[in-house]
């Protein structure tokens, strides 16, 4: 018997994480019955799961795909408002169901990750695995020193401390700097609000690296299948 969360990840729903609050949302069956609670366990070779009236196969061949997200397409995995996804973006190449791990925003492009691994999915966005990310960001201004010195150190943002980051000018012109960021955590709209906690907006930002994974030349809109000496890059440190 496995929990229902892990049973709903290892058949490629999404990060075991994720599959909890589906379960909340009352969204999944068991043998023809509503489950809301998070511990209820499942035999995976006798039990019907269903998650929004489709029945649940657990994953053959796990598939993993790095993305460069564009800008304005939405990283999850359905909109509401019928907005383009990450997920339409590879599914005529993709015979499987697959989906994002963790987020970039609607206006940030670069790195994203998408797979049908639910386990593989919750180790990259958990805290405890600590994974850097990195950005680049073009910003209004110049960053002084003491700018700098406050992001690296941690900044407050929605009343939180940042964990210690890493902030290096690559260029300056116009009045507006390149700057490299590499970041541990996964705020929503971390990099945007510590930079606009130093007084300088960001312009454009671009997710370059996943731990040491890194986008390389992939343009917006293209995508590789990695294997898995390119995944094992991402916990690398
Ligand atoms: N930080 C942001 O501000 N936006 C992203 O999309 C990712 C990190």
């Known amino acids: 018997m496995v929990r229902l969360q892990k049973f709903m990840a290892d058949c490629g729903v999404a990060s075991r994480r994720k599959c909890e609050e589906i379960i909340l949302q009352g969204r999944v069956k068991v043998n023809g019955r509503t489950i809301t609670e998070l511990g209820f366990k499942v035999d995976p070779q006798k039990d019907k799961v269903l998650v929004d009236g489709k029945k649940l196969v657990p994953v053959q061949k796990k598939i993993y795909i790095m993305l460069n997200k564009p800008f304005g397409v939405i990283s999850s995995a359905k909109d509401e408002k019928g907005r383009k996804t990450v997920v339409d973006l590879v599914k005529d190449k993709v015979d499987v169901r697959v989906f994002p791990v963790g987020r970039l925003d609607f206006d940030t492009t670069g790195l994203i990750l998408l797979t049908n691994d639910g386990e593989f999915a919750y180790k990259v966005t958990h805290p405890k695995h600590d ?52 970041i541990h955590e996964g705020r929503n709209r971390q990099v945007r609000k510590m930079c606009d906690a130093i007084g300088h907006r960001v312009l454009k930002l671009k997710r370059v690296a996943i731990g040491k994974l890194k986008l390389g030349k992939l343009k917006e809109g293209e995508f590789v299948f990695l294997d898995e000496n390119m995944v094992n890059k991402v916990f690398e440190k």
Do not use: C, N, W
């Open 131 to 182: 994974i850097e990310k990195t950005y680049i960001a073009l910003i209004e201004g110049v960053p002084t020193k003491e700018e700098i010195e406050q992001f690296k150190k941690g900044l407050f943002i929605d009343g939180k401390l940042t964990s210690p980051a890493k902030f290096r000018i690559l260029k300056v012109f116009k009045g507006m700097s390149l700057v490299e960021i590499k």
